[in-house]
């Protein structure tokens, strides 16, 4: 199952400044949450799958569904089998994809297809999930496997284009057609709202984003300009949400300003917070809450030493160790808070949210 390419800013120097004189850009909303794939295997076209989809997938039918990397299952698996941060996208496939729709597009196109969607889970913009109901899965581009055998990624990953993907109009016939309208709300499957479509120039360094699709009040990430003529993509994301995602994940080693500020950015890790937060939930029978975190950053600094001392000792900068507490205190109490939400969300235990998806 063809990994997403990746999509490069309007300014990199892989996309051609006469991309924004194109007379057919669309501009579809980016949504914030986690990369998402799935296919049906079709037993009718058997040969066409790569050897993970057919190991993945529980017989003819199945839907099987991989993250951003990697291929993590199929529909019919077991919950205890799936990562918690997935239960609400598996359960959209359960009660919101239309297999018998899907099965009919293999023989228009006589080829099976890739489905890539948006994983609405709590990562950065927070779009209301506590407050409103929201669809699990958001449909923003579908690939037809005849094609991935031209798809070879360059050297540099941001050249390769989106050759063979189907055109916007196509994907988005595709996307209504795979709805199912008994689908509960929580487990619906909806398409990428598209925000304009352009016939003339576009300048991205003028553009003004609009409130997303999902919640009025809620600005959005940023927008993907499209070009099916010209098989391009290219991202436009606010400055504003940058810093919010920077307030939500810390900062980057390169945007580090002092050695504690690094030292956090490098190993005060998602995967070493809740790693923490399963031993004392799991192990000790400590109660999951926001409270944890008065123990909880004390440890992730101590695992931080323990297990790094020798890369910290023979750093190339000075930081005061004091200065680091603070510092993964914000960084915990950002990550509980995102376990508590996403938890929520797919009905499951806090401990199970990314358990394997580090």
Known sequence: MKVYPKI???????????????????LVEKFDGSAFRFTLYDERYREAYPEQVTTAADGDGSLVFGTRKAVRGSH???FKDIDGALHRAVRCLRHGI???????????????LIIYAENLVYSTLDYGYTDRELPALVGFDVLPYSAVETMTPPGNPYEETFEGFLDTDT???????????????????IPASIIERTNSSFDPESYTFSSSALAPDVQVE???VR?????????????QFKELNREQFGQSQTEAESGAEYVVATYCTPARIRKQVR?????????????????LYPRVVEDIWAENWPELMGLDMSFTPAD?????????????????TNAELNETEPTNIWQHLS
């Open 76 to 78: 019919r698996d077991s």
């Open 324 to 340: 680091v507490y603070p510092l993964v205190a914000k960084r915990c109490i950002t990550e509980l808070q995102k376990m508590q």
């Open 171 to 189: 994907a988005w016939e595709i996307f209504d057609r795979l709805q199912r309208e008994d689908a509960p709300p929580a487990a619906s499957f």
């Open 279 to 295: 031993t004392m939930v799991v192990e000790e029978n400590r109660e999951f809450g926001l409270g944890l975190n008065e123990d």
């Open 98 to 112: 239309d297999t018998t729709a899907l099965r009919a597009l293999h023989e228009e196109f006589d080829t099976p």
């Open 227 to 239: 070009s099916d003529e010209h098989n391009r993509r290219a991202k436009l994301v606010r400055d």
């Open 222 to 224: 940023g927008v993907v």
């Open 8 to 26: 490069p800013r309007y300014d990199h120097p892989v996309v051609p400044a006469e991309l924004f004189e194109r007379d057919d850009l669309t």
